[in-house]
């Protein structure tokens, strides 16, 4: 398989991929065309545009706030991102550290979460939340989403092939346990942490479910949820509906032009959620 | 699994000198020291997963409306009982392996048949490729639902306008239809899944050595020989991994898909497990259905896995 020459079978595979490029890209393409159309061309099947106006973005302005709602998805993200990296960080180095007693029942019990669907225990979940006061509250929204337990085993597993030398090394210079996490473990697992930091922030900026659940107030809630908002207020008004639908993916996409390869590898290396 | 730590001698205390007492203390420390670090984990998984996880199985033997004010009343099986003989369970039982069987084609058969058809494909240009295949992964499902609901409006959408008018096609509702709704949730979420298993299969088929191959061709073997006896068989852990996923989350995947754009409908041919537990939560109120809902599907969730993770070890080929 030589890749330069070209043969009749690189010619059906560039054809494939070519098909399949716009097949993924197609959609995505058709929904910033027509956030970006003005009113009288949004039924155009033109692929190109022949007018540019900004008016469905004002639109969508001014009728939900979705600056509010784009702020509390970031907000809500980041600190999602920052408090699971900080627990599985945690967790992962106690586990690939120490052999104590229950250190295999905890690292079944942080394996079983897997087992349990969402759905399952939503509603003790939402009873506690509200009995906590904490519906609509940002709080509300980011402290469940805390427990997972993928980034502990990830974690875990990097530290365990880390060198032994160096850790060794530091603990006959009397480094403790906290130091030696935070200037040997944490520098040395920088590409794990960033794909693990990627995944988390992503998924948090598109998480639906427990927002759905737990915020209701268009100025409190994420923009996901705004956008379903949106449609069932809006209906079909499509260019302003797109026009909401880009700004609540935009983030994601620039996070995508800028780290376009370690996203990519970020998301291969760990699977779906 | 023989767990190995390889810096376990951390946990006995360094021989500095210190006074016995302070050893002393410094022991105890050191002997707390990983369940320390372990805390923040642990009562995060204890308050959010497990013990509602009990609750859950509290709840099923009650009935009970969501509202705090409102007592619950004890009554036993009831609810276990109600469920079991509903339609919609046995409605929601079918599409979630319909779901599943259906999704397997966009995570499994389509991307691995594209990856063996393109892993010759170099240059430049693959990375571009990759980007762009890629891309719908990101897409938030809210996000792509409403896409999609634009394309694909009976009489406004770019399908309609663009292919089933200019070629005098009748018009389709594609969420109404009770037999169409379906295939197209599938669909859509095939749309969203197929880059990322694509490549996830193509970088199964990078890690291959060279070497496998160019030796099978030397002993004259045919592509399609090749593609069959070496590298299907490598490709097996990653193969069984995207069955079992699609298998035990292919339901959850339309989960918002469905609640945006069908509600479950027409007549529950959308619904599925996950939806109608949140139906019997969060609409109906029924906290006692839910819960017992969520118990027995929690129960049949569990014994598929285990048996998914039984069949992985037994039939995957590992290069060693």
Redesign the interface.
Known sequence: ????RLTA??I???A???L??L???G??Y??FL?SLRPENEI?S?NPLPSSISLENYIFVWQSIPIGNMLANTFLMAALITIGQL???L??G????????RG??L??F??LG?W???F??????????L??LGWLNTLQGLV??Q????FG?ILLRQHM?AFP?EL?DAA?ID?AG?WRVLWSIVVPNLRAPLAALAILYF?GG??E??WP??VSNKPEQTVV??G??MF?TQEG?Q?GA??A??AL??LP??VL?VIL?RQ??EA??RS??K | MAIETPLSTAARPSPQQATATRRTIWQRIRLIEPYLYLLPAFLAVGIWVYWPLIQTVELSFYRWNLLPTRPKVPVGFENYLQVLALPEMGIALRNTVLYALGLLPFSVGLPLALALITAGIGGPLRGVYRAVIFAPVLMAPVVVAVVWRWILHPTQGLVYTAIQQPLGLPTVNWFRDSVLSLPVIVAITGWGLLGFSFLIFSAGLANIPKEYTEAARIDGATQWQITRYVMLPLLTPTISFMVIMTVLLGAQWVFPLVNVLTQGGPQDATTNLYYILWQFGFRSFNVGWSSAAAVLFFAGFGIIAFIAVRLIDRFSIYDS
């Open positions: 398989m030589t890749p330069k079978s690189s059906f595979g560039h494939v991929l070519v399949l490029s097949i993924s890209i959609p995505i058709w929904m027509s039924y099947t900080m627990i599985c945690l967790a180095y106690a586990l690939a550290r120490w052999e104590f250190s295999r905890f690292f019990l942080f979460t087992l349990i669907p759905q399952v225990i939503m509603i003790p979940n939402y009873v506690l509200s009995r402290v469940p805390l427990a997972t337990a502990i365990k032994r850790l603990r009397g346990s992503i900026w598109n639906y479910f759905l659940l996901q949820v956008l379903q449609l079909n499509w509906l797109m909401a639908a609540a993916s994601v996409f995508y376009q996203v990519v998301f291969l699977g779906l």
